[in-house]
Nanobody, 127 residues
Framework: QVQLVESGGGLVQAGGSLRLTCAGSGRSFSSDVMAWFRQAPGKEREFVAGIRWRGGSIYVVNYANSVKGRFTISRDNAKNTVYLQMNTLRPEDTAVYYC?????????????????WGQGTQVTVSS
């Protein structure tokens, strides 16, 4: 069974940091684009960051403007895992964060381009 499982969410004060982890199982995700999305209460799910492995030590990353300079996405193909380091968190970052995987050739911001999704992990940033 192919699965993505997120962990690392929690409650943090504004200005603090959290590191989210997404562990894949059931098959290798090394050729997939891996991404993080989030959904805040009453809002649509939105793209946060994505990463694609181009071989060797070359990775392509992309971020939503709202998180550039604060969040960092990375991956460890040997562990079939992707991470999201979130620094300088703001109350508006509060959301359920989802991990996704897709085999499209580019880092897409559209949900429909991703085939596998995790169950989500809650991140709450207090002011």
């Amino acid at each position: 069974q192919v699965q993505l499982v997120e962990s690392g969410g929690g409650l943090v004060q504004a200005g603090g940091s959290l590191r989210l982890t997404c562990a894949g199982s059931g098959r290798s995700f090394s050729s997939d684009v891996m991404a993080w999305f989030r959904q805040a209460p009453g809002k649509e799910r939105e793209f946060v960051a994505g990463i694609r492995w181009r071989g060797g030590s070359i990775y392509v990353v992309n971020y939503a403007n709202s998180v550039k300079g604060r969040f960092t996405i990375s991956r460890d193909n040997a562990k079939n895992t992707v991470y999201l380091q979130m620094n300088t968190l703001r109350p508006e970052d509060t959301a359920v964060y989802y991990c996704a995987a897709g085999r499209q050739p580019v880092i897409a911001a559209a949900e429909g381009d991703y085939d596998y999704w995790g169950q989500g992990t809650q991140v709450t940033v207090s002011s």
